[in-house]
């Protein structure tokens, strides 16, 4: 598969192959032995990016696809075709999400080779497919009745609450540990772990100096803002205060002209510039949510300073937890109260004597 290179500027970023092109079903090589894949998936994102690396006399694998019987059919087709047979050495997962580890488990098991994976993302990932075919637990339910749902959504929640495992193969017994800043050598090539922390536990970026390149998994995307959530199993977690802590240290240890090779959407360059965005994106919707919570709201009340849209049914989970992970923030750092009103909803105000300070 061969793209144009085009270089295409759009809102501070290169794209080199362009912003909406992609190879299609067929790999196409973004640097020496670096190649790009396309998978086609369910739901508003509705692909994911996979990267096959040379790798001596066979191949690594980043990141998976959902567990799906056309994700499966099209690793088959590459295995007798482009792969030409050779085996695959080692599968390697940015992060836990579905999308990512899907068929981590079915390739490993098909190739007897190792998984790669931090331990927070190993051990997490573990933990969310234990949950499959159990009931949504109350801390749970209380959890979203507080941030708002409505009893339709509750039991909407009720109903998918363990379906993780329904697009995840399981995962290995065993693993090899990434840490932040281990290198490895991947088809006689340099390659450092560097680790993010808030989208996911701890989620693995691969960085190659000699490349010039980062595969970035969800890390650092072009177009949208990598969620940042808060769930129920950690209901007063501060996410976002260790995902603007991650990007800005990645800010300081990568440089401008690096190719970002991210999980979705188009490889471009501008790593520097993105960040720069995504953080400002951020403390201007913390100054915001602080301003409107001069008096008090509910939780869904703080949807109009994050969202340009009206959420519906299908997003109202996330939203929510993104919601929180903002509220959150400014709870840890007392520029907001928290409290639960007579309905047992949370309601939330700024103390006007803690102004959020939207500054470097």
């Not at 999400?97 to 997490?124: K, N, V």
Request: hydrophobic residues 35%; aromatic residues 10%; contains cysteine.
């Amino acid at each position: 598969m061969t793209l144009e290179r085009v270089d295409e500027q759009y809102r501070g970023l290169t794209y080199p192959w362009g912003r909406l092109e992609h190879p299609g079903d067929e790999p196409f090589e973004v640097a020496p032995g670096v190649w790009w894949l396309r998978f086609t998936m369910p739901g508003p994102l509705n692909h994911i990016n996979l990267w096959l690396l040379e790798d001596g006399d066979g191949w690594t694998i980043v990141d998976t696809c959902l567990n799906l019987d056309s994700a499966k059919a099209q690793w088959e087709n590459l295995f007798n075709g482009f792969m030409a047979g050779k085996p695959v050495n080692r599968v390697i997962c940015t992060h836990m999400h579905p999308d990512h580890i899907g068929l981590a488990g079915w390739l490993c098991e098909r190739f007897d080779c190792d998984l790669y994976m931090t331990q927070a993302e190993f051990l997490s990932g573990s933990l969310i497919m234990s949950y499959t075919g159990e009931q949504a637990p109350p801390p749970a339910i209380s959890f979203y009745h507080r941030t708002g749902f409505s009893e339709d959504q509750l039991a909407n929640y009720r109903q998918r609450f363990g379906s993780f495992g329904q697009y995840a193969t399981p995962l290995p017994h065993h693993y090899q540990r990434l840490t932040d800043r281990q290198t490895l050598s991947i088809g006689d090539r340099y390659w450092q772990v560097v680790t993010g922390q808030g989208h996911s536990p701890d989620h693995a970026c691969l960085y190659c100096p000699a490349l010039q390149l980062v595969i970035a998994g969800d890390q650092i995307l072009p177009r949208i803002t990598p969620n940042v959530s808060v769930f129920p199993t950690e209901p007063d977690g501060n996410p976002l205060e260790d995902w603007l802590a991650s990007s800005t240290r990645l800010l300081g240890m990568l440089p401008e002209d690096l190719l970002v090779l991210p999980a979705h959407q188009s490889p471009f360059t501008g790593v520097r510039v993105r960040l720069n965005q995504i953080i400002e994106s951020h403390r201007l919707a913390l100054a915001n949510l602080y301003d409107l919570l001069m008096t008090p709201k509910l939780l869904q009340e703080c949807f109009t300073s994050l969202f340009s849209r009206d959420i519906g049914d299908g997003e109202i989970q996330m939203a929510t937890g993104e919601t929180v992970a903002h509220l959150n923030y400014l709870l840890h750092r007392g520029n907001i109260k928290r409290r639960i009103n007579a309905d047992d909803r949370y309601e939330y105000q700024s103390d006007p004597e803690a102004r959020y300070i939207d500054a470097e």
